[in-house]
Every structure is written in C-alpha cells, then in structure tokens.
C-alpha cells in the first residue's frame, strides 16, 4: 500500500482546525476575557458588610442584573466596598473604584454619590436612595441629568405630609413633632424634608422642630429629651446615618414610649412603630435595569431620574401596644402588612 503523504498546507489546516476546536471548548468567562469584555460595576455602600438587611439588597440587585444578561461566571465582575459607617472612609474608597477603572458605579445616598462624583467626571453613577439630586448638584433636572449621573430618588413632594399625618393618626395626641436626621451626611436632604413636613403641619396645629443627630448618644439623648415633652412624636428620615443606626432609634423610641415613624419598611419588622415608604428592592431592580443599558451603550444623561410611585404602610401591633397606642381597625385594613 502506498504511503500517505501530508503535505505542510495540509499540516497547518489541521493545526487549525484542532486550536479552534480547543477555544470553542474554553469557559466562557476566560473568552469573554480574553476578548476585553468583562465588565466591572462598583458598589459603593456606607454600611458595614455584615448588615444583613443591606446585604439582601445588594444580593436583589445581583439577581436582577444576572437576569438581564450580566453574571460573574461570563460577562461581568461587581466590586463591592463597604464603608463601615465611617465616613470618612468613603472617598477613598470611592478613589479605589474610580482607579480600577469600573464601568459604572452603584451608589447608595446623598454622601456616597457625593463622594464618587468627586472622584470622575466621566464614568457612569448610578445612585439609589438619593433625597434631592438636583438641589445636592448631582443632575440639572430630573428629566435632563445632563452628565454622567442619572438614578433613583427618595421623594415624592406628598411624603412629608403623609407621614405626619400617619403619626398623627396612630397616635392623635402628638401635638408637637422632631423630624430627625444627621445634618453631617443629609444637610440638604434632612432640610428638603423637614420643609415638606413643616408645610404639612401648618394646616393641622402640630410644631415642628429639627431633631439632629450623629451617632448612638445623640439617638437616645434626643428621644430622652422628646418624652420630657407633652404629646411628642418623631418622624425619622431616610439618611445614611439614621438608617445605619436604626437599631438604637427603635430601642430608645420604646425605652422613652415615643411615637416614632420610620421611612424604610424594614423598620417597623424590625421592632419600629410604624413604616411608610418604598420598597428598596424594587429601586435596586430598577437600577440594575439602569445599568443594564448603560453597559449596553446608553449614557446617564439620556435616562431621566426617576421617583418612587408606589408606597407601603407597615404597622406593628407590638411597638403600639408597648406604647399604650390602640391602632384603629380602619387603619389596620389599609397596611399592606401587620405584624402581631
């Protein structure tokens, strides 16, 4: 039989055939890389890494963008950086995921978007939990954002004065109210909602004061001096500080039987009086929607900042009864949740 010859075209054909064979067997995720196109998106949050109701925030959004096309075994890689509380660690952390570079960043409140938009000009922000983004700079209107920052508010202008008048109707007697917030991370946020409450509470006869506060001593001096007062209540604000020390304001607003309102719906599970508010998970999904199109090629300044539109009325029978609060029925049967 005569020998088979294998010329070198032949030899480099096969060569070929056999590498490409071998690239179509690599993960997906070491192509993607090779290919340049893994994604990096920051997370900057000011909390500690082991609270657990943030942590099951940040796994919402996870889930929501590995909906959307975008996961860590392929295609994208999250940074995560945590802040503690401290504030003062938050630009540097901010500087760290500026440098890596990242794609876009996520950033939860006013001081955190603060901190990052320090840091660039030119990669994507988009924050979540943010009060007033056009008084704080972040955007020129809401409908234009007009840079590289675009995400999702806080307010909706009925807000101060749906939870006074929630306040009011789970305990009537409140005739003067605190609305507290820690000037130091929500100058403009803290002043933006006092303002929405003040204006509120000129119709019904309530006085209303400013209830500043920073840290665990502030919180329990504060409620302490409030239930020295006849008919006090306090409405808690959405800021950074306040909702890290949480845990305090409930335990001081039960210790001191304040009458106490809390603008985030975990509050009340918690051991609080009384939510009104937003969802945060579905803001998270909603900014991974966000960030979606901007990996796909949107820019910030073509999506508009968005508010909340659908609030929830949390009620703890518990907090109230503790607090010698009888709920009215009619009030119970509009709660979307009680908790007994």
């Known amino acids: 039989m005569p020998r088979l ?15 490409a064979s071998g690239a179509a067997a690599w993960p997906l995720a ?3 890389q090779q290919s340049g196109s893994i994604k990096r998106i920051g997370i900057l949050l000011p ?16 889930a929501a ?35 890596l570079p990242c794609d876009v960043i996520l950033t939860r ?10 840091e660039t000009s030119t990669i994507p922000i988009v924050f979540v939990l943010v009060a007033d983004p056009v008084g704080d700079g972040f955007v020129q209107s809401l409908a234009r954002p007009g840079g590289n920052i675009t995400g999702f508010s806080t307010v909706e202008p009925s807000l101060g004065g749906k939870w006074l008048e929630l306040l009011r109707e789970i305990a009537p007697q409140v005739g003067q109210v605190g609305v507290m917030f820690d000037p130091n991370t929500a100058p403009n946020g803290g002043s933006f909602y006092f303002h929405l409450i003040e204006t509120a509470a000129a119709s019904i ?51 001191y039987r304040v009458p106490t309102i809390y603008p985030y719906l975990f509050a009340a599970d918690e051991g609080g009086l009384i939510s009104y508010g937003f969802e945060v998970a579905d803001i998270y999904r909603q900014a991974a929607g966000y960030i979606d199109r901007i990996l796909r090629g949107s820019k910030p300044d073509e999506l508009p900042v968005q508010e909340p539109v659908r609030f929830q009325l949390i009620i703890n029978l518990n907090a109230a009864k503790s607090l010698g609060l009888v709920v009215p029925p009619i009030m119970q049967q509009r709660a979307d949740k009680v908790i007994e």
Not at 5 to 19: K, P, T
Not at 47 to 62: A, H, K, L
Not at 69 to 76: D, P
């Open 65 to 99: 963008i590995e909906l959307l096309g975008w996961n860590e075994r392929s295609n994208v890689k999250f940074e995560a950086r945590w802040a503690g509380g401290d504030a003062g660690r938050l630009q540097s952390l901010a500087k760290e995921l500026v440098e």
């Open 30 to 32: 070491a192509r993607a």
């Open 205 to 255: 006869a309530v006085r209303v004061s400013t209830a500043p506060v920073s840290d665990d001593k502030d919180i329990f001096r504060t409620i302490e001096a409030s239930a020295k007062e006849r008919n006090f209540g306090v409405i808690v604000m959405p800021d950074q500080t306040t909702t890290v020390r949480r845990k305090a304001i409930i335990e001081a607003a039960a210790r």
């Open 47 to 62: 909390f500690s890494e082991n609270d657990q109701q943030i942590q099951t925030e940040v796994q919402t959004f996870r």
């Open 5 to 19: 010859e294998v010329s070198g075209a032949s030899m480099r054909r096969r060569d070929f055939i056999r590498l």
């Open 109 to 118: 409140s006013t001081p955190v978007t603060a901190a990052v938009r320090r």
